[in-house]
């Protein structure tokens, strides 16, 4: 049984990309992607260029956990929805600059994550799965119940955008998209680091083989407790963005449809790939928005139905399926 | 008294939804090893169907309850052979992510058809009003729910322990290695006990129709409960899927009478306190829930 880990890659080819690709494809690939990060607003309707950078983040964040630990979290709203509420309360109440409002919420989101994290990789597999779900869900019954703190059904309005009183960034999407597209990248250099790091290596092996990982006296449930924080506060880091584009952090952001859309778009694009999920959120983004702007209601049809073709058919997704194939493209097959 | 007693019967209502879809889930798990986390949809499947019934050619809640099974059994053993099947033999969580999918897909398909707006079920006369019971009022629906949701456990249970068949899929739940080795052949019950453990989730639906508010959205906390359920009762448990059913309802009921802020926590940190205290769950086996 191969784990869904490596669905977007054999083992091997994961190796292959860890150790590198060569040197210049990963610097094309660099600058491909930083590139389209910094031409999106012009192409796309400039909040919506917003959503996908934040929501690549969030994928890959949760990549970090499914692709590189084998750990599918169907709770990630936790630490998206909570970061959101925390980043948006901050702003309102202290009037900081919002990347500080940010950071404080990807904060808030760790700490978060330390005692679901800590109740929730005593198990792997399907159990993890459900448990996190679960965690989540009470998440967001408290925040519908805490009404006072985050306006409950009618969410929490007036999220400021401040920024050391620059109109053009406070005022226009466009320029704010620029503000804050740095704190993604930051995210995403971290993601990348993290991957490529010892500490890295040690959570493939655990993936790959845990009892023989806990055999050369590696400590799993805290190897796997530290990277459930780290990405737990990346996904904080995304949702804060959200919430200040947006303006305004409503419930549905803790709902587990948050958990399970962020799950679609990692897998869409391929698990254990990174890449993947900045495709498959962009995807998916301008899917939805394409939807809602032609009236088109049912969009759990649409994206229903992308799930359970990419899962039954299509399961290295997208990035997985082009790198494999640029991988054995000079092997004898 | 007369309150705690209330309190009892309504949790045991709630509870018994749950314990009867939970059941369905957990019979699922066992001998198919898959989450089927569209479980909350088929609930809600059979809750539509049973007021499209009663709305379109008048069928009776009575009549419902035998005929929206039935369906629920057909249309699960469909899903099976269309979906499910082609992904039992990789990773579980797989099949966690396509019934994941095919919810979307099913609650927006009858968002769409039916509206966001609840549908209306009238409940039979003879079981609306009250009944005395030691001086308190108890509704008579309720006590209903619970009697048919003991009655089906039971009758399960019975099927289960001392029949042939009962005894091959309970092999096969609790120990499908072990099964396969003795040369029971688990592959063959694969397609109709998914069938049958969708059919119990559509029978808590029908069960809920007149009781609960019958919109597309209803599956959708329903869901999250019911793997919550199974935690606490143990996965791979049959046993536990009951009682961990009736126990949540209870506490449910309970924490909704004495402290309505709290109350749907209250269920989570339950699970909470199980996962530390016995991770499997309480009538879980450690191996099972691997």
């Not at chain 1, 803790?254 to 694009?269: F, N, Q, R, Y």
């Amino acid at each position: 049984m191969t784990s869904i880990a490596t669905a977007g890659a054999s083992v091997t080819e994961q190796h292959a990309a860890i150790a590198g690709a060569r040197p210049w494809q990963r610097l094309v690939l660099l600058a491909v992607g930083l590139l389209v990060a910094l031409g999106l607003p012009w192409f796309v309707y400039p909040p919506v260029a917003m959503d996908i950078a934040a929501w690549a983040l969030f994928a890959v964040a949760l990549d970090l956990l499914l692709g590189y630990c084998g750990l599918l979290s169907f709770g990630h709203a936790a630490f998206w929805g909570g970061s959101a509420y925390a980043t948006g309360l901050i702003a309102i109440h202290f009037g900081v600059p919002f990347p500080v409002a940010v950071f404080g919420g990807a904060l808030f989101a760790m700490l978060l994550a330390l005692p679901i994290g800590y109740l929730s990789v005593k198990r792997s597999g399907i159990y993890f799965a459900m448990v996190t779900l679960a965690f989540a869900q009470m998440l967001f019954f408290i925040a519908n119940q805490a009404s006072a703190l985050t306006g409950g059904e009618n969410g929490l309005q007036g999220v400021p955008r401040s920024f050391f009183g620059i109109e053009a960034v406070e005022t226009d999407s466009f320029f704010f998209y620029y503000a804050a597209l740095p704190i993604i990248l930051l995210g995403m250099w971290a993601a990348w680091r993290i991957v490529h790091s010892p500490f890295g290596r040690v959570l493939v092996a655990i993936r790959d083989n845990a009892p023989r990982a806990r055999a050369l006296g590696y400590d799993v449930e805290r190897y796997k407790l530290i990277v459930f924080v780290l990405s737990a506060g990346l996904s904080g880091l995304a949702g804060g963005v959200f919430a200040v584009s947006h303006g305004f952090v409503a419930l549905p952001e803790l709902h587990w449809a948050t958990s399970g859309e962020v799950v679609l778009m990692t897998v869409l694009g391929g698990i254990g790939t990174l890449w993947g999920g900045v495709i498959g959120a962009g995807l998916i983004v301008l899917l939805a928005d394409y939807l809602a702007s032609s009236g088109f209601d049912g969009i759990g049809i649409v994206t229903g139905g992308v799930f359970v073709t990419v899962v039954l058919l299509f399961r290295r997704g997208i990035w997985g399926t082009a790198r494999h194939l640029w991988l054995s493209r000079r092997k004898p097959t | 008294m007369n309150a705690v007693l209330q309190y009892t019967v309504q949790g045991l209502a709630a509870g018994s939804f749950y314990a009867l879809a939970a059941l369905g889930l957990a019979v699922i798990f066992g001998v198919l090893g898959v989450v089927n986390f569209a479980h909350g949809a088929f609930y809600m499947l059979g809750a539509v169907a049973a007021a499209v019934l009663l709305d379109t050619v008048g069928m009776s809640l009575w009549l419902a309850l035998i005929v929206v099974p039935l369906l629920m059994l057909v249309f699960g053993m469909l899903v099976e052979r269309l979906l499910v099947q082609w992904l039992l033999p990789l990773d579980p969580l797989y099949n966690l992510l396509l019934t994941f999918g095919l919810t979307l897909l099913l609650v927006d398909l009858v968002k769409r058809r039916y509206g966001v707006s609840g549908l209306p079920y009238e409940r039979p006369d003879a079981l609306s009003g009250r009944i005395q019971v030691a001086g308190v009022g108890l509704p008579v629906y309720q006590l209903f729910v619970i009697g048919v949701a003991l009655l089906v456990c039971l009758g399960v249970w019975l099927l289960m322990t001392r029949t042939r068949v009962g005894m091959i899929v309970r092999a096969a739940t609790e120990r499908p290695e072990l099964a396969g080795a003795l040369g029971i052949n688990v592959g063959r019950w694969v397609t109709p006990v998914f069938g049958f453990g969708v059919a119990l989730a559509g029978l808590a639906g029908v069960l809920a129709a007149p009781f609960r508010a019958i919109t597309a959205e209803m599956g959708s906390d329903f869901i999250i409960i019911l793997f919550a359920v199974v935690v606490i009762g143990g996965l791979g448990s049959i046993v536990g899927a009951v009682v961990g059913g009736f126990l949540v309802g209870l506490v449910e009921a309970f924490g909704q009478a004495y402290a309505p802020t709290f109350a749907q926590v209250l269920i989570f940190v339950l699970m909470a306190v199980v996962v530390l205290a016995r991770p499997a769950g309480l009538f879980g086996r450690e191996e099972a829930a691997a």
